[in-house]
């Protein structure tokens, strides 16, 4: 059952007038998926399907999350999703970065009504948005960063494996590493290697 503070959210974003994207967009994209999880995958924008549908990852992006969630027995239904910005931006360019802000309330607030374990921030958009850019997916990937006392875990967005067939393997091991960390009793902060810079300091919230 949604809590009364969820439903005027989701409300609040339905008729959101913050930024140019509500222009253009055939409707909000709030998220789907239960409040009581262990787990929130935030991507970056809806596309043309989820503009349409009103759900995200409902494109062909959406099915590939969908089976590499399934293949290591995380059913889809049992997760959040959401993206950074709630609105499609035109011919699916990268939000900018007013868009990206004038969101950030209400993804804070999602995430805070839900308290999940885990924050998978799927494509470097997203990744840029909470933790401190630049990012380097080809070597941040699949490691974990902590912020405020959330834990957040860097993965490919799904996308990038369409374009890219070459990255299938390391998304599959990035999810069975996602995995084991939903499993494990405790999930804890692995630090930077060798070489990278320290991403103790993140971006505050607005």
């Known amino acids: 059952m949604e809590s009364n503070q969820w439903t005027q959210l989701r409300q609040e974003i339905l008729s959101c007038q913050k930024c140019r994207l509500a222009e253009s967009r055939t409707q909000a994209v709030p998220g ?25 990852f409902v494109g062909a992006a959406g099915k590939l999350l969908t089976k590499l969630l399934e293949e290591v027995g995380i059913k889809r239904a ?5 993206n950074i910005v709630k609105c499609r931006p035109p011919e699916n360019r990268q ?16 995430v805070e009504l839900i308290q999940p374990k885990l924050i998978a921030l799927v494509g470097r958009v997203p990744a840029e948005t909470i933790l401190e850019p630049p990012i380097r997916m080809g070597a941040m990937h699949g490691k974990i960063f902590e912020r405020n006392g959330r834990k957040y ?23 069975r590493k996602l995995k084991r960390l939903l499993d494990s009793s405790e999930v804890t902060e692995l630090g930077p ?14």
Not at 33 to 53: F, H, N, S, W
Not at 95 to 107: G, I, M, Q, T, V
């Open 78 to 82: 049992t997760v959040f999703i959401t």
């Open 32 to 56: 789907v998926g239960p409040l009581e999880t262990r787990l929130v995958i935030i991507g970056e924008a809806p596309g043309r399907q989820e503009d349409l549908q009103g759900e995200p």
């Open 193 to 206: 290697e060798k070489g990278q810079r320290d991403l103790s300091r993140f971006l505050e919230k607005d």
């Open 153 to 175: 875990f860097l993965m490919y967005h799904p996308a990038a494996g369409l374009y890219n067939q070459d990255l299938i393997p390391e998304m599959e091991e990035d999810m």
């Open 95 to 110: 939000p900018l970065a007013d868009e990206r802000k004038a969101c950030n309330s209400y993804l804070c607030r999602q």
